[in-house]
């Protein structure tokens, strides 16, 4: 008997030898699906994110070097902030010393000093209390240490008396919403502002405060306001209390190379703000925000966002224009060879009912998306409870959207939305589109819808079925671009981002 059961027990082990060396000698080749191959996309955006980090130091140390070989040359003068008194611990006020230090600066430049350099150096924490330097000419400011913003409580007993004085103004709610800042470069000429180091909001309590309260107004981190010539590269900027870097009343302004990042749970983070402001470039910047990523508001034209990658966030949106029945108008914008990766949307138009003004010739051209919620959308009926809890009522004025060109967008969305063009009945879009090679992520559909599009273009095969999808009249419509209506439905049923 006991014989038996050895034989056996033996058999046994000699069969589950057998399927495994089976096993190891004929591997089955998972065939990858088309999810995991857009998935890994998302991981090669993030291997190029860290390469470009590395080549944004890099350049940074590449003109630090450079710097002190002018000053070896008497062609240049640092002013130290450690040579005015800072600490540069954290935890003492460094502000004062941080002005004395520009002062200075700007004094060598009238002594016609060929380079003049306020230099925060690595390796320091500079606590730095609410700063506003005006009327700096042809200096730079050297971040190589980090700032750090005053918790939220300090900066709130510095705001009573001037959001008092704000209210009493009159301003658009966006301009309002504008005029506090941690750091303000006002009137400025031919300034530069760079570094190996950044900028730290210390926003995180005032995230919690306005998920409560979404009127109480926060501080922007970075204001660069009516100013001209102004080059803003290399530097981090962190977890705002509110907008990351707002243009305001400004003229040639470059913002180069940025690294700006908050979580995406981070209220009203906006990456970069352009309002008011004109001749404006915005190049290869990284930005992760839990908001817009940049956003071009009312009186803006001659605006250029070229290169550089967005991951999660908003997108880049026109507006939001029109709020409280203002008049607003943006003109000659053009967003070209950017990545969006893991945003809400990539291009996007929103403006407010009620509101004046018009939007022309923007042009949105050779865009990646990856991930990306909905990558287009027009929307004349933006209305967000943060800034609105109330119902918005309806009205027959709008702000006018007209010479919009979308010519270049290819990848893949996870809402089955591939775009949405909502528009007012009484001042209908117009709006191109070419070469949207746009793919839903698997299971999902491919669906443009339409509302008021008026004289809708489209130039080449595939676009022409969304075209074909919003000329159907002045109703909503949804439009899966490979299956018939009853296909659709029966989809709709097992699936969530199928919109039948």
């Not at 014989?3 to 089955?28: D, G, N, T, Y």
């Not at 700032?147 to 309002?176: C, K, N, T, W, Y």
């Not at 042009?363 to 943060?386: E, H, K, M, R, W």
Request: glycine fraction near 8%; charged fraction near 25%.
């Amino acid at each position: 008997m006991v014989v038996v059961v050895v034989v056996v027990s033996l058999m046994i082990m000699a069969s589950l030898q057998q399927k495994c060396f089976a096993r190891r000698e004929e591997p089955e080749e998972a065939v990858p699906s088309a999810g995991d191959k857009m998935w890994k996309t998302i991981a090669r955006y993030e291997r190029r994110a860290k390469a470009a980090a590395a080549a944004r130091h890099a350049e940074s140390l590449a003109e630090y070097a450079q710097l002190l070989r002018e000053v070896a040359a008497g062609d240049a003068e640092i002013f130290s902030v450690m040579d005015y008194g800072a600490a540069g611990d954290g935890e003492t006020d460094d502000r004062e010393a941080l002005v004395d230090a520009v002062v200075a600066a700007q004094l060598a430049r009238r002594r016609e000093v060929r380079r003049t350099v306020v230099h925060l150096p690595q390796g320091r924490t500079f606590k730095i209390s609410r700063l506003a330097l005006e009327g700096m000419q042809g200096i730079e400011v050297r971040i190589d240490g980090k700032i750090l913003a005053p918790p939220m409580d300090d900066f709130q007993r510095r705001l009573g008396a001037r959001q008092h004085r704000v209210r009493r103004q009159f301003l658009s709610p966006e301009r309002q919403r504008m005029q506090f800042s941690v750091i303000e470069i006002a009137q400025a000429r031919g300034v530069v502002i760079t570094g190996l180091g950044g900028i730290n909001g210390n926003g995180r309590a005032w995230w919690r405060v306005r998920k409560r309260e979404p009127a109480r107004r926060a501080p922007v981190l970075l204001l660069v306001r009516d100013s001209d010539d102004v080059l803003v590269s290399h530097i981090d900027l962190r977890d705002s209390p509110f907008y990351h870097v707002v243009v305001l009343g400004s003229r040639r302004v470059k913002l180069a190379r940025l690294n700006i990042s908050s979580p995406p749970a981070s209220v009203n983070t906006d990456g970069i703000d352009i309002l008011a402001s004109s001749d404006v470039l915005v190049k290869d910047c990284w930005v992760s925000t839990g908001d817009d990523n940049v956003a071009i508001k009312e009186a803006s034209s001659a605006v250029h966002v070229d290169g550089g990658t967005f991951y999660r966030g908003h997108g880049l949106s026109i507006g939001s224009l029109g709020e409280g029945g203002t008049s607003a108008s943006v003109s000659d914008v053009l967003l070209a060879n950017v990545a969006f990766v893991k945003t809400s949307n990539a291009a996007r138009v929103k403006t407010w009912q009620g509101g004046r003004g018009v939007v022309s010739n923007i042009t949105f051209a050779n865009l990646t998306v990856a991930a990306v919620g909905t990558p287009i959308v027009v929307d004349q009926f933006y209305c967000p409870q943060s800034q609105h809890p109330a119902t918005c009522g309806n009205s027959s004025k709008a702000v006018a959207i007209r010479h919009l060109v979308i010519d270049g967008v290819r990848g893949w969305h996870t809402s089955g939305v591939a775009a949405m063009l909502h528009c007012s009945e009484a001042v209908p879009c117009r709006v191109s589109l070419a070469n949207l090679q746009l793919e839903p992520a698997p299971g999902c559909s491919n669906v443009v819808r339409c509302l008021n599009v008026f004289r809708l273009r489209s130039t080449d095969a595939p676009t022409s079925q969304i075209r074909s999808a919003c000329a159907r009249g002045d109703e909503m419509h949804g439009f899966r671009l490979d299956l018939n209506r009853r296909q659709r439905r029966q989809l709709a049923k097992n699936f969530s981002c199928v919109h039948p």
